[in-house]
């Protein structure tokens, strides 16, 4: 039995011809499918409240993503700036997501630079091993006061 080009195999042994690979998807499947955020819900409502942006403008949700596009995608305080290299509809595992995309290499290193940063601030602070007795309250309601007048 021979198969013509535009059929392959995977690895179960199932045929996937090149119809069933997408020309577009949508946005918020697409950061789901490549592990930006967790669930699709969270990637549809990051999509909302402006977090991602295709080609330096505010995209919808629904909006057709093609290879070759643009994306920049803040999470937190960590801001990614991609180009789509490969359509998926599909979460997979984490080593095939890495492969929907290209990081630009300057952000990438400012992203961390800016986790190394928060690090290092972090490291400074001491949380107080207890509650603050009763000298250390009275401390603290004065030094509110002088910032009352």
């Known amino acids: 039995m021979a198969r013509s080009r535009s059929e392959t195999m995977n690895k179960t042994g199932a045929k996937i011809s090149s119809e069933s690979i997408p020309a577009s998807v949508r946005l918020d499947v697409w950061l789901w499918a490549a592990r930006f955020f967790k669930t ?23 909006r057709a993503l093609h290879v070759g596009d643009m994306l920049c995608i803040v999470r937190g305080e960590d801001r990614f700036e991609v180009r789509v290299l490969a359509l998926s509809d599909v979460r997979g595992p984490a080593v095939v997501a890495r492969t929907l995309y290209h990081e630009d290499e300057q952000a990438r290193l400012r992203r961390e630079q800016m986790r190394a ?33």
């Open 40 to 62: 699709r819900g969270l990637s549809k409502q990051a999509v909302e409240l402006g977090k991602v942006e295709v080609a330096g403008q505010r995209a919808k949700a629904s």
């Open 117 to 149: 940063q928060r690090a290092a601030e972090y490291s400074g602070y001491r949380p107080p091993e207890s509650k603050p007795d009763k000298r250390a309250r009275r401390l603290i309601r004065a030094l509110g006061d002088i910032d009352a007048l």
